[in-house]
């Protein structure tokens, strides 16, 4: 059983909705810096990711890095975003290879789609989102912060 000190869900989201649930998704957060996205394809987990950058202040164009694995943006003070996006490796020794968790013990924030390809290299505390696409415009999201005192994580 996972220790979820925060649980929230979001029904009948719009992408007009996006914003206020990604900036309760923030507020929640406190220290943790990793967020996992799960989703079927075209749930809308880049147009999430995209909406929390901009609430970040992320200035550049962001885009899915289905294909480079992983985008930097640049924020203000030093602080920077990793979007990952697993969906195209074979295994976790690819992620490993990029130094995944460095950039996971790095401070900055980094956002993770298809974090089931990689469950052994998730660090202890991380947030994890489920996004359900109820119609062509409307989503169901949720979230739950794991703080790191689960010790038997599958």
Known sequence: MRHEDNHQQFNNVTLA??????????QSLNDIRVVV???DMGAGKTTFVK???????????MSSPTF??????GLKKDQKIFH???YRIKNETE??????????DSGHYCFVEWPEKIPSLLPEKYAEVYITSNDETHRTIAFSI???EEKDRV
């Open 95 to 104: 992620a490993f290879d990029i130094g995944v968790e460095e950039y996971f």
């Open 84 to 86: 990952f996006d697993f």
């Open 37 to 39: 996205l799960h989703g």
């Open 68 to 73: 480079s694995i992983v985008n930097e943006y």
């Open 51 to 61: 909406v929390i950058g901009h609430v970040l202040g992320v200035q550049d164009i």
């Open 17 to 26: 909705g996006l914003k206020q649930v990604g900036e309760k998704l923030m």
């Open 146 to 148: 794991h703080d790191g």
